[in-house]
């Protein structure tokens, strides 16, 4: 299955994101936590700049992207628990969703609505959405597709974590690139990209400590990344 890359065509609430710290804290010591990699966006300080739809799509489409991540770690924790999928999962995942959420309050746009974003920003909605139940069509079926894969065995479900964070990486990319000189976009996106490096790495190593010496890169070329940065403290925001 390849899913590279996607197509896209006032005080608010400090977002604190716990990046963590690669494929050491999760795989060897699942309960540590590196304050040294706390970052966050506190949008007072920015310009709202207006977006434009390419901007609101990517915004809404990586919120529900960064759902999928959440949910689908949680969901594979259930059938082969992990402090690797449980740490990714609640002390990471669900502060990206946090950290894009703002800006989609920031924005008052409603993202389950797409592309119809003249309806107002609705908190109880997001937070009543099921876990695995999403409003955009590709990103439902890279959730069903992913969870088929990833509860046929451990193994599996370690390469959907590597398929997961290639493919968020591979968007935030995109995504970095639409937000042009919007400060708040680009700074967010970098916190998240950051994030799918390490996470990458840790399922990587996941893989290479259950016996798949290649790691993620044994899932061929599409998902085999040395160059992603390892580690990255003190990054995300330019």
């Known amino acids: 299955m390849n899913y590279l890359p996607k197509i896209i065509s006032g005080t608010l609430i400090t977002s604190a994101l716990f990046l963590l710290s690669g494929?050491?804290?999760?795989?060897?010591?699942?309960?540590?936590?590196d304050t040294s990699l706390m970052k966050s966006?506190?949008?007072?300080?920015?310009?709202?700049?207006?977006?434009?739809?390419?901007?609101?799509?990517?915004?809404?489409?990586?919120?529900?992207e960064e759902k999928l991540a959440y949910d689908i770690y949680l969901a594979l924790n259930?059938?082969?628990?992990?402090k690797q999928f449980e740490n990714i999962a609640t002390k990471s995942e669900s502060q990206h969703i946090t950290l894009v959420q703002n800006l989609v309050a920031w924005y008052d746009l409603n993202i389950t609505?797409?592309?119809?974003?003249?309806?107002?920003?609705?908190?109880?909605?997001l937070s009543s959405m099921p876990a695995g139940?999403?409003?955009?069509?590709?990103?439902?079926?890279?959730?069903?597709?992913?969870?088929?894969?990833g509860k046929s065995s451990q193994?599996?479900?370690?390469?959907v974590?590597?398929?997961?964070?290639?493919?968020d990486v591979n968007d935030l990319d995109i995504d970095i690139e639409a937000a042009g000189d919007?400060?708040?976009?680009?700074?967010?996106?970098n916190i998240l990209r950051d994030g799918s490096y390490n996470h990458y790495w840790a399922f990587d190593k996941g893989l290479k400590n259950s016996g798949v010496t290649e790691g993620c890169c044994s899932l061929g070329v599409e998902y085999c990344h040395d160059e992603y940065p390892q580690n990255t403290k003190g990054k995300g925001k330019r």
């Open 155 to 159: 193994q599996a479900a370690l390469e």
């Open 41 to 64: 966006i506190n949008l007072n300080d920015y310009t709202q700049d207006a977006l434009n739809d390419e901007q609101k799509y990517a915004l809404a489409y990586m919120w529900h």
């Open 182 to 189: 919007n400060a708040a976009l680009v700074d967010t996106f």
């Open 133 to 149: 139940v999403y409003a955009i069509d590709e990103i439902q079926k890279l959730y069903d597709d992913l969870y088929a894969k």
């Open 113 to 125: 609505n797409i592309p119809d974003y003249t309806i107002n920003y609705s908190a109880e909605e």
């Open 161 to 167: 974590g590597c398929m997961v964070e290639v493919t």
């Open 78 to 82: 259930t059938l082969y628990p992990s």
């Open 23 to 33: 494929c050491g804290d999760e795989t060897e010591q699942p309960n540590a936590q």
